[in-house]
């Protein structure tokens, strides 16, 4: 198993024909997802085409879920209309919505997350770089990507990764990978105050997956919900946890590129965060460089 | 995006929270006509407008004491004025070099109410999100005019937060909540009702980021007012805010800074010397961390973004050696889905374009890697290649503490 997407995942594409949507979408078309979609208001009966595969475009989110079964959606609106696209994957009862956006204002989620509460479909992100769970080819070959990681990294295995970080994660599942430990998912929840999926609901799910045996969790400075995470697995995590936290170095007050990393209190800091982690037998990362060694460390000795 | 307390105090006039009469100016010419519109029975206060706090307590450059100051007479203010307008101010936001003041704002003074211990009468009022809910929550205090921080580490039960439910919006109930959590009665109570539900009103429908009134103040005259304004916006929703865009005070923020956002670089300059330029924010952050793991001091963040193409390589390193601090530079860029080969080039094309004398320690990993490796390695340039973050850290450190 894995979580929340498996390698025969249909998946729609928002903002398919927009340069930033299309160029991902092939992408996942050539790592061997199933994008059976694409969803772009206006264009809908055009088809998009890539190596020999068609995919049709629709009008509407529903019309697309209904017509090609698809049941998580990848979204690449711009800003200004990225709330309404999740809302409309909400609408239409999908298992997923993952919005890579970046440049969402805060007042928009904060709207869209109120009206997503009690509904099933769940969101991850956004300004997050999706989520992949590799396949079982060459170079990982055939799984599922949905957003903009690069595929060929990943290798099919048995560690969970979850972080707001693209490139971050990336680092920590190439060391991995080149150590021959595969992963079951990989999760970017992304670097916004307000997302949709925490670091917390992604260990939960982790610890209830029969395939993901080990756990690296990689946060940073802001905010409160890698202790959260923290807390939770130190009283029912069945599974072992390696951590990183990045911003030690960050000044108080300044935001880090993501909206979310910004030192606010004496609870946000990179050290505050790492104490707790310890405190929770987490097995902490000195360096972005060690964190799959950190892992292995508690995991396998 | 960060305005000014004048600017934030004409918002809040706009939408009817009570504030003392003011008027800012940029020049010394215009004191004089700038004080004649003020009402002055209880003095005049003089405030240095910049983008930092702790003012009052600030120390100029030329050795004037306090960017926020109290005259009696017009007079007065003329001179305290004369004696900001230009300088530089110090105060413990603002690091060592302190900000040039370049706008005064000239209010009314207020008369201070006073409590029955004889403490002024000052409360703090506050507007933000709040992370762990994801809803705009409001936080009250009976103790302004002090760092919240401090009431809430020492006396947390006079601290008061109320959530919003942003499907509803603020509810008359929870206005009323606060202004009896904050003890007023009467006309007093009425006047913290509406200015609460005011101020929400302002910072829902002007995407702020925050909102901050400390003190909040009781005047002898039994009116409530906003004695300081403290507003940042959320910069993701500057699009639908032309008129906020437009109190954007460039000089309050640093010019390295807005030359890096126009290539689409996002750089924090810092106290080290060790530039780095990193794709991606979070590994940005942790390369900066690695740097002072291994002894070394981080000059910057600078995040490329996923991208990083050539001109925006170039335009990085002309950043980067603007800052005469950099002793050395370490490039670190997971090349996921972009090839390393063209990264590499840029790299190249950059440190020869700008003639690169400092060391430098390139760690590319991604695809097309090896090639991207040979590239530099044949550029007949001195650039010493990375295995691991770790690797290429320790060795930028070494060359920079040669």
């Known amino acids: ?301 | 995006m960060n305005i000014h307390e004048y600017q934030a105090k004409a918002l809040f006039a706009q939408f009817g929270v009570a504030v003392p009469k003011g008027v800012a100016t940029q020049s010394s010419a215009e004191f004089a006509q700038c004080l004649s519109q003020i009402d002055g029975k209880n003095g005049y206060m003089v405030k240095s407008q910049i983008h930092a706090g702790g003012r009052g307590k600030g120390t100029f450059t030329n050795g004037f004491k306090g960017g926020v100051k109290f005259a009696p007479t017009r007079e007065k203010a003329l001179e305290h004025a004369q004696a900001m307008l230009g300088n530089t101010l110090v105060t413990a936001q603002t690091g060592a070099e302190g900000r040039k003041v370049q706008t005064i704002y000239f209010t009314e003074a207020a008369n201070l109410g006073k409590r029955p211990d004889g403490r002024d009468d000052e409360y703090y009022l506050a507007i933000l999100l709040d992370r762990a809910t994801s809803q705009p929550v409001i936080v009250a205090s009976t103790e302004g005019g002090v760092e919240i921080e401090q009431v809430a580490h020492a006396t947390p039960e006079k601290i008061f937060k109320v959530r919003v439910d942003p499907a509803v919006g603020l509810q008359a109930y929870q206005a009323r909540q606060l202004a009896f959590a904050l003890g007023f009665k009467g006309e007093l109570f009425k006047q913290c009702v509406n200015l609460v539900t005011k101020l929400y009103q302002f910072y829902w429908e002007k995407d702020a980021a925050m909102v901050e009134v400390n003190p909040l103040l009781v005047t002898q005259e039994g009116q409530l007012l906003a004695l300081d304004a403290k507003v940042s916006f959320d910069d993701n929703a500057l699009f639908r805010h032309p008129d906020v865009v437009a109190l954007r005070d460039l000089n309050e923020e640093d010019s390295k800074e807005i030359e890096a956002s126009k290539f689409g670089l996002s750089y924090i300059a810092l106290d080290g010397n060790i530039a780095c330029l990193v794709n991606g924010a979070g590994l940005a952050m942790s390369t900066m961390d690695i740097i002072q793991h291994f002894g070394g001091s981080p000059a910057n963040f600078l995040d490329v973004g996923g991208g990083a193409s050539q001109d925006q390589v170039t335009a990085a390193f002309k950043i980067i050696l603007g800052d005469p601090n950099v002793k050395g530079i370490l490039v670190n860029i997971f090349g996921g889905i972009m090839d390393c080969n063209v990264i590499a080039s840029g790299i190249v094309a950059a440190v020869k374009e700008t003639g690169l004398k400092l060391p430098l320690v390139v760690r590319l990993e991604g695809n097309n890697v090896e090639a991207g490796k040979a590239t530099l390695a044949s550029s007949g340039l001195t650039i010493v290649s990375g295995d691991s973050m770790a690797d290429a850290a320790q060795k930028i450190v070494k060359l920079v503490n040669k």
Request: proline share 5%; net charge positive; charged share 20%.
């Open chain 1, 1 to 301: 198993m894995s979580i929340l997407v498996k390698e025969d995942t249909r998946i729609l594409v928002q903002g398919i024909t927009g340069d930033f949507g299309a160029r991902h979408a092939r992408l996942s078309i050539d790592y061997g997802s199933q994008v059976v979609a694409g969803v772009t208001p206006g264009k809908g009966g055009q088809v998009f085409e890539h190596n020999g595969k068609k995919v049709p475009i629709f009008n509407t989110v529903a019309e697309a879920a209904k017509q090609t079964g698809a049941t998580v959606s990848a979204i690449f609106v711009p800003p200004p209309f990225a709330a309404d696209a999740i809302l409309e994957c909400v609408d239409a009862d999908l298992d997923l919505a993952v919005a890579i956006t970046e440049g969402i204002p805060v007042k928009d989620m904060i709207r869209a997350k109120r009206a997503m509460q009690g509904k099933r479909t769940r969101l991850i992100g956004p300004n997050c770089p999706g989520l992949v769970t590799p396949g079982r080819g060459d170079k990982s070959y055939g799984g599922c990507r949905i957003g903009i990681a690069p595929g060929y990294i990943h290798r099919r295995g048995k560690v969970g990764v979850v972080s707001r970080s693209g490139t971050l994660t990336y680092e920590a599942v190439w060391q991995l990978t080149c150590r021959n430990q595969g992963q079951s998912t990989c999760v970017g929840i992304g670097g916004d105050p307000v997302n949709g999926t925490s670091h917390l609901d992604v260990i939960k799910l982790f610890n209830e997956d029969p395939e993901t045996e080990a756990i690296i969790m990689i946060g940073e400075i802001g905010g409160s919900a890698e202790v959260e995470a923290a807390r939770w697995i130190k009283a029912h995590c069945k599974k072992p946890v390696a951590g990183f936290i990045a911003g030690a170095t960050a000044p108080a007050g300044r935001r880090m590129g993501h909206a979310g990393a910004v030192i606010g209190g004496s609870e946000d800091t990179a050290a505050a965060k790492i104490k707790i982690f310890h405190e929770c037998g987490i097995s902490v990362a000195a360096t972005p460089s060690d964190m799959a060694d950190a892992l292995l460390r508690i995991w396998k000795g």
